[in-house]
T-cell receptor, first 109, second 116 residues
Framework: SAVISQKPSRDICQRGTSLTIQCQVD?????MFWYRQQPGQSLTLIAT?????????ESGFVIDKFPISRPNLTFSTLTVSNMSPEDSSIYLC??????FGSGTRLTVV | AQTVTQSQPEMSVQEAETVTLSCTYDTSESDYYLFWYKQPPSRQMILVIRQEAYKQQNATENRFSVNFQKAAKSFSLKISDSQLGDAAMYFC?????????????FGTGTRLQVFP
């Protein structure tokens, strides 16, 4: 398995601003996954990030709103851009098909 | 497309008793993984137990065990000797076998309350 460090753990942001979430893994992994969990809901995949190529986005998610970087095999960032209250969610990164980071609780006011 | 269904939005159990959480899924694949995750208020997704579909033996992890019925596409979680710390949201999830690059598909979750 792998150990994932995700930062920040929580944040309160003003609408219209952007937040970048970081995910650091203690071993090299091919793919990193970003999920969103809206309040009271289950997890939904936002995108899959492969090192050296553009991320692949799920239906309903676009790169302009959720740009992702994957500069190496142990690190990725997800940015939530031009935030609105509807973006208030828990965001989680995942690797190896089943291991999750500790999550970022985002509140947009 | 694969789907995962958890029909029990909430369950409750007395401390030290046993509770079973239900999960059904739909897939045309013959080999795949099934998972149960625990999500406490801390929001972290904690892997409770994993089952490979090609294994006939039900997975067990201490007080947690599954009843995997492949033909019925059913994957229930049994928690024995329930403890107050077991109170959390529990999510059932599916992933294709051998694809570490493939996504997890989650059910809607079951909130488990444990009463002293």
């Amino acid at each position: 398995s792998a150990v994932i460090s995700q930062k920040p753990s929580r944040d309160i942001c003003q609408r219209g601003t952007s937040l970048t979430i970081q995910c650091q893994v203690d071993s090299q992994v091919t793919m990193m996954f970003w999920y969103r969990q809206q309040p009271g809901q289950s997890l939904t995949l936002i995108a899959t990030a492969n090192q050296g190529s553009e991320a692949t986005y799920e239906s309903g998610f676009v790169i302009d709103k959720f740009p992702i970087s994957r500069p190496n095999l142990t690190f990725s960032t997800l940015t939530v851009s031009n935030m609105s209250p509807e973006d208030s969610s828990i965001y989680l990164c995942s690797v190896l098909g089943y291991t999750f980071g500790s999550g970022t609780r985002l509140t947009v006011v | 497309a694969q789907t995962v269904t958890q029909s029990q939005p909430e369950m409750s159990v007395q401390e030290a008793e046993t509770v079973t959480l239900s999960c059904t899924y739909d897939t045309s694949e013959s080999d795949y993984y099934l998972f149960w995750y625990k999500q406490p208020p801390s929001r972290q997704m904690i892997l409770v137990i994993r089952q490979e579909a090609y294994k006939q033996q039900n997975a067990t992890e201490n007080r947690f065990s599954v009843n995997f019925q492949k033909a019925a596409k059913s994957f229930s979680l049994k928690i024995s000797d329930s403890q107050l710390g077991d109170a959390a949201m529990y999510f059932c999830a599916y992933r294709r076998l051998g694809f570490n690059t493939d996504k997890l598909i989650f059910g809607t979750g079951t909130r488990l309350q444990v009463f002293p």
